[in-house]
């Protein structure tokens, strides 16, 4: 359904941003609960920057 369809996409996306998706939905995934609602953008693939690496 529609959130299969929402997963896909920044899976897809991710991969288009040159990021592992894995990696990238772990680290999102655990920031997401403190991320600071005027940050949120941060988090999207275009501008994912991982807090550590992998």
Known sequence: GKRAAALMSLIQSAKLNGH????YLKDVLARLPTQRASEIAELLPHNWMPLRIL
């Not at 592992?20 to 990696?23: G, I, N, T, W």
């Open 20 to 23: 592992d998706p894995y990696a």
